[in-house]
């Protein structure tokens, strides 16, 4: 999963696309990232998350491209290209390119973690419009993206290294939890009202008992549960 609540789902026609209608890198000489979270429904061919129209061409393009017998994914900044990764169609991903103009380097990150780079880039002036699932080429907009695509973000500057950690950041679901400290009638609930779990005949919950010794007293014996009131024990044999 991803922190978002919502993203945009296109589905690779010449339909599924969302544009401003205005360049938002708004000089791509100058310092500059791209980035969001994307699930490829396909990974085959030349794929497009983000791009911006510099008249019949980009001035930059991320998304995904073969190379050699399988898909990574791309950033391109000019004529100059890093690849970097493997995407899989159904799996979520952070994808950010980033752009140094103090020298020249086009550097790309997935997931958090730089996979690439590529020095001496001669970025082209790109003062048309920004564009989300699709790039421009001279016969029109083309290798456009199939899947979903979030939390898009563009800045005018470099993105530093604790950034890239919190953009690319997937906070854990919980799904289940069960606290095993107590399983009446041999259920032990879970804390959400999800289902619970159904004790084997092998399976008991220890319970501390109601007036336990001293922890700190040397004569103490009594067991302590692993975790809170409680725990499961299992005998390894029924």
Do not use: M
Not at 49 to 72: E, H, I, K, N, W
Request: glycine share 16%; aromatic share 8%; hydrophobic share 35%.
């Amino acid at each position: 999963g991803t922190p978002l609540t919502s993203t945009a789902s296109l589905d690779g026609s010449g339909h599924g696309f969302l544009t401003p209608g205005a360049p938002v890198v708004t000089d791509t000489a100058k310092d500059f990232a791209v980035g969001g979270w994307v699930r490829p429904a396909r990974v085959d061919g030349t794929r497009t998350v983000l791009s911006q129209d510099a008249g019949t061409a980009r001035a930059f393009t991320l998304g995904l491209t073969p190379v050699g017998s399988g898909p990574a994914w791309s950033f391109s900044v000019g004529g100059a290209r890093v690849t970097g990764g493997l995407p899989e169609a159904g799996d979520w991903a952070y994808v950010l390119g980033q752009y140094d103009a103090e020298t020249g380097t086009v550097r790309l990150y997935v997931n958090g973690r730089e996979v690439g780079e590529e020095t001496a880039a001669v970025p082209v002036a790109g003062e048309g419009d920004f564009q989300i699932g699709r790039a421009r080429g001279a016969q029109g907009y083309r290798d456009r993206w199939q899947g979903e695509i979030g939390d898009v973000r563009a800045f005018d500057r470099i993105v530093v290294p604790g950034e890239l950690t919190a953009l690319a950041t997937r906070t854990a679901l919980r799904v289940g939890h069960w606290a095993l400290d107590s399983a009446p009638d041999g259920l032990a609930p879970e804390t959400g009202g999800g289902a619970p779990l159904k004790l084997g005949a092998g399976a008991s919950v220890f319970r501390l008992d109601d007036d336990p010794c001293d922890i700190f007293d040397p004569d103490c014996v009594q067991d302590w549960p692993l975790e809170g009131d409680g725990h499961l024990g299992l005998d390894g044999v029924t």
